[in-house]
């Protein structure tokens, strides 16, 4: 799911995309070299960044698709009532939530009631039907009963029971059951705020978004590019910097590394240790961002289909990957990965566990394929897409040949990304898959939407009554403490009795900045929210 641009999903593909930003290796901030790192006075405005993109996205609608693609392209142009505080202090996935639409807002003691209290003032951007007119609480209003609807997000506002205005500028959610995730969910990246009419049907949201964020779209051609301008009434007074930014589609990897050479684009993600250091030595001025993925490389099975439905099979497959090894001789580096992604240090089991959890151990592997009925091993079909970068295609052909040394005879099929991304993965059309999962932000993404037998993300027929318990629970904790021990027990009992998906790796990528850009820095989010602070010199 998901560049820097992909970061997001790519980071790690691209992140998938280029551009990424984001995380030192390790989970703490980013590494970095370059004019980047040195003073170079107060931001000035002006200049235009260009993203390569390695894919574009299947739709606007940001309640139609979770595509990083399509909400990397929105992050520009829409605001939420939260968001992740960015800035050169802020260690990468540390993020706290700040106000975005919503200046304050109070939670009752009892979990059951959240108040929004909203920016007065803040505009829609001046583009018709909406024609710039006064942000208020009915926009909000709308868009949470849309989600709820038909949104993919819905389970982001669990036991929610009701959203009322009490005034304009006031919002007031109220809960059947307290419900701990609410807030990190008002500030994802999935959770955009619609304009009335945009719900109302009168904005075509598969192919326009109008937003009240810190750039206007002022056209997406599918497949080429989307172009963004200043929003010169933005509410954060003197942003943004850009005058504009253009994410090009550009599907070639070797014709993105050139036209960063160039600088016809101004970001660009190393698919390979080797092609980092070669884009530095051919850009010795660049900045280069050493990051540790926010998406976890998996290995994931369709549980309604034999064997994949034997706990022992699964164990098996786990147990004969060399994660280690696949790490050193495709990424140079990287971590163990887990239920949630370890960049969320907080929620995430340490490595040592991790890794004792995850162990290689290809004779173990065997016993228990026999132990399933499976002595001579099997034969099966596993999905992967080059739209995350082809060295998720080389990571897929590894796999593939660590399960042939217990018997298992993988066939690989390589998929596009729009098809895998829209039917394959999420209409349970295949027997295995490896790729990106998209880079959540809240445990209970990593858990609950993936894992319970309900889960808006379960695209792999998981079904377990004690596991559907504990996810439940966990989201009922308050107390902060207490949920974060019983989101560790949950891991641990994922890696332990579900094993499905596999976590393979955490991989590190190098995102190189050009030389002329200047406070770029990420958090693991889709939209690039770090570009309402970046700004560039000429040169």
Known sequence: MESFIQRRKSLTALMITICLAASA????????????????????????????????????????????????????????????????????????????????????????????????????????????????????VATFERIQKQGFQAQMLRNVTSVKASDEHTVVLKLSKPFAPLLNFMANHHMWILPK???????????????????????????????????????????????????????????????FRSGESQLVSASTPEEALALKQAAPNATMLDLLSSAPVQ?????????????????????????????KALFDGGKYPGPVQVTQEEYALPQDELKQLQGHDQAKAKQLLAEAGLPNGFSTNM??????????????????????????????????????????????????????????????????????????????????????DLLIEQTTLLDEAERTEKVKEIQRYVLENLVNPIYVWTVPSRVLINESVRDFHPQPAYGYPELVSTWMVSR
């Open 25 to 140: 290796c390790g989970g703490g901030g980013a590494g970095t070299s370059g004019p980047q790192a040195q003073e170079n006075g107060p931001p000035r405005p002006g200049g235009t960044l260009t993203v390569a993109m390695p894919s574009d996205a299947p739709t606007l609608d940001p309640h139609k698709s979770s595509s990083f693609n399509t909400h990397e392209r929105l992050g520009l142009v829409y605001s939420r009532l939260l968001k992740q505080e960015i800035g050169p202090d802020v260690p990468y996935g540390k993020a706290k939530n700040v106000g975005d639409l919503a200046e304050k807002w109070e939670v009752a003691e009892n979990g059951l009631t959240y108040t929004f209290h909203l920016r007065k003032g803040v505009r829609w951007h001046d583009v018709a039907p909406v024609n710039g007119r006064e942000f208020v609480a009915g926009d909000v």
């Open 197 to 259: 009419e945009a719900v109302d049907g009168t904005v075509n949201l598969d192919r326009q978004a109008i937003g009240t964020g810190p750039f206007v779209l002022e056209r997406w051609d599918r497949d080429v590019a989307a172009v963004y301008k200043k929003n010169p009434t933005y509410y954060d007074t003197g942003k943004p910097y850009l005058d504009g930014v253009v994410f090009k589609v550009v599907p070639n990897q070797g014709a993105r590394v050139a036209a």
């Open 299 to 327: 290995v994931y099975f369709n549980m309604k289909r034999e064997p994949f439905d034997d706990l022992k099979v699964r164990k098996a497959i786990s147990l004969a990957i060399d994660r280690e090894g696949l790490a």
């Open 383 to 468: 999905i992967v897409t080059p739209g995350y970068g082809p060295q998720y295609v080389r990571l897929a052909e590894w796999v593939v040949e660590d399960l042939a040394k217990i018997g298992i005879k993988v066939k690989l099929e390589v998929v596009e990304y729009a098809t895998y991304f829209s039917s394959r993965w999420p209409g349970k059309q295949y027997d295995m898959g490896l790729g990106l999962q998209t880079p959540f932000l809240e445990p209970d993404e990593f858990l609950r939407d993936q894992l319970h037998s309900e889960g808006s993300r379960n695209w792999y027929n998981i079904s377990d009554p004690k596991l559907d």
